[in-house]
C-alpha cells in the first residue's frame, strides 16, 4: 500500500500531538510535529534577547540557526544547534513568546521548506496550524481538530502537572486564546480549516475515540 500524508491542524491544546503521535504509530508513519520548530526558534530568540516583533531580526537569528527534528520512541526529539531541547521547548516562557515568532514570513518560509523535505515520499502525519493549508496542500487526509476552549484548558492543565508546571486553569485558558487569537488573525498562513479538511471536534471524544476516528479515515484513502 502506498503511504499517504495525513494532516492534522487545529488551535492550542486541541489535542493532535497526542492523536498523531498514536496514528502514526499505528499506521508505522512517521510523526512530525511542526510547532516544536516554531518553539525552539523561540527559544533561541528569548535567550539571546531578539526583538521578537523585528522581521529582520528574526530572520538574521535563522540564518545562524539549525534546527533538526528526529523520530523516536515517544514520538519527536528536537534539536536546537545540535542541543536536545525537546522538553525545554514546552516552558510557559516559550508558550508565550512562540505566536509572535511564528508570525514573520521568512520564519515560516524556512520552517515550511524543512517540513515539507521531512514529509517528503513518506507516510506522515504532521501536526500544525497551516499543514493543510500550506504545507502539505495534497495531503491525502486532512484533519482540523478541535475543542471548546474550557476542555483543552483542562487537558493542558492535567499535562503541565506531570511536567511539574503549575499555571493555573485560569491563566491557561487566558493563554490558550490569546495564542489562537494571535495564530488566526496573523497575515502570513494564519489558522485556518482547509477547504478539504474534515473537522473533529473531541470535546466530548477520549484520545483512544479520536485517534481510531481518524484512523478509520485514514484506512478509507490508503
Ligand atoms: O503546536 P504548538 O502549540 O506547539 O505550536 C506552538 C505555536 O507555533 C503555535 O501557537 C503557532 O504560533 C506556531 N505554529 C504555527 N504553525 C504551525 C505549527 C505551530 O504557526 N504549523
Redesign the pocket.
Known amino acids: 500500500m502506498k503511504p499517504i500524508q495525513i494532516a492534522i491542524?487545529g488551535p492550542?491544546?486541541a489535542g493532535?500531538?497526542t492523536i498523531a503521535k498514536i496514528v502514526a504509530e499505528k499506521l508505522g508513519y512517521v510523526y512530525i510535529?511542526?510547532?516544536?520548530?516554531?518553539?525552539a526558534i523561540t527559544m533561541k530568540a528569548l535567550a539571546k534577547g531578539i526583538n521578537m516583533a523585528s522581521n529582520e531580526e528574526a530572520g538574521k537569528l535563522l540564518a545562524e540557526t539549525e534546527i533538526d527534528l528526529q523520530p523516536s520512541e515517544d514520538g519527536q526529539l528536537v534539536f536546537l544547534d545540535k542541543q536536545n531541547v525537546t522538553e525545554a521547548i514546552r516552558s510557559q516562557n516559550v508558550?508565550k513568546a512562540?505566536?509572535e515568532m511564528?508570525?514573520h514570513e521568512l520564519v515560516?518560509m524556512r520552517?515550511v521548506e524543512l517540513?515539507q523535505q521531512l514529509a517528503e515520499g513518506r507516510g506522515v502525519v504532521m501536526?500544525?496550524?497551516?499543514?493543510g493549508t500550506h504545507?502539505l496542500p495534497d495531503a491525502a487526509l486532512k484533519v482540523f481538530m478541535s475543542a471548546s476552549v474550557e476542555e483543552r484548558a483542562r487537558r493542558r492543565f492535567v499535562e503541565n502537572q506531570k511536567r511539574d508546571i503549575l499555571t493555573s486553569l485560569e491563566e491557561l485558558q487566558a493563554e490558550i486564546a490569546k495564542?489562537d487569537k494571535?495564530?488566526s488573525e496573523r497575515e502570513v498562513?494564519p489558522?485556518r480549516q482547509a477547504e478539504d479538511a474534515i473537522y473533529l471536534d473531541t470535546t466530548t471524544l477520549t484520545i483512544e475515540q479520536a485517534a481510531q476516528e481518524i484512523l478509520k479515515l485514514a484506512e478509507e484513502r490508503l
Open positions: 491542524d492550542a491544546a493532535k500531538s510535529d511542526t510547532g516544536a520548530m516554531y518553539r508558550t512562540v505566536s511564528a508570525a515560516r520552517m517540513q501536526d500544525g496550524r497551516d499543514i504545507v495564542r494571535m495564530d498562513a489558522l
